[in-house]
Structure formats: C-alpha cells, structure tokens
C-alpha cells in the first residue's frame, strides 16, 4: 500500500512559478512511476505529468511551463509550475503506480488528498 502526501499549494500570481512536493510511504518508490493529476472546480480530473526513469509524458496544456522531477533518497517527487496561468487554478493530486500512466493509457493505483493551487492577480 501507497501512501502520498502532497504540500506546497498555495496562491500565486499569473506568470509566477510554484513547486509542489509529495512524499510517499510504502515499498519500492523508486520503481513506481508517479506523476500529477488536477481538477478544477465543476470539471473532470486531468492528467497533468507524470514520469519513470528518464521517461516523462506531459499534458497538452502545460507543455514547456511543468516539469517533474523525484528524489529517491527522500521518497519525494516534485512538479516544478512556471508561467502559472488562471486556468492552472485546481486541486492538484500525486498519483502513483508500478506501471506508467498517461494522459490516455492507465489509471494509477494511488492518488494523495490533493494540494489547492490557485492562481489569480
């Protein structure tokens, strides 16, 4: 069993940058393929990133601005948020699996309770 626990939402201005950690308890983080999902209000959850090894898949809509990046020694992986927009406002939800999940193939096994990322002037 998977446990993840998200930190560093918060509120940020359009143009700014945000990193969110997620820590995970459980065996063999360093195999599992994790990544990040958001939702908005009043929409469905979207796929945000998500990674294994040097292999990583991106949503459309933050492409060259969200990078994710993972610490092994810390059970910890990391999505760095630049050039932040009003539409990345969500809750945003670590997600982790043995297998890699993307926008259109897998579901993962284990999501966190979510950070609240807000982005407004």
């Known amino acids: 069993q998977v446990q993840l626990e998200e930190s560093g939402g918060g ?7 945000l990193r969110l950690s997620c820590t995970a308890s459980g065996p063999s ?7 990040w999902f958001r939702q908005a209000p009043g929409k469905a959850r979207e796929f945000v990133i998500s990674g294994r090894g040097t292999i990583a898949y991106y949503g459309d809509s ?10 092994n020694t810390m059970n910890t992986v990391y999505l760095q948020m630049n050039n932040l927009k009003p539409e990345d406002t969500a809750v945003y939800f670590c ?4 297998f890699l999940f993307t926008k259109t193939d897998g579901t ?8 609240q990322v807000t982005v407004s002037s």
Do not use: E, W
């Not at 933050?62 to 610490?71: E, L, N």
């Not at 993962?108 to 950070?115: D, K, V, Y």
């Open 108 to 115: 993962p096994s284990f999501f966190g309770q979510g950070t």
């Open 95 to 98: 997600a982790a699996d043995p």
């Open 62 to 71: 933050v492409k060259g601005r969200f990078t994710i990046s993972r610490d």
């Open 29 to 35: 983080f360093n195999r599992n393929a994790m990544g």
């Open 11 to 17: 509120l940020v201005q359009p143009g700014g940058s």
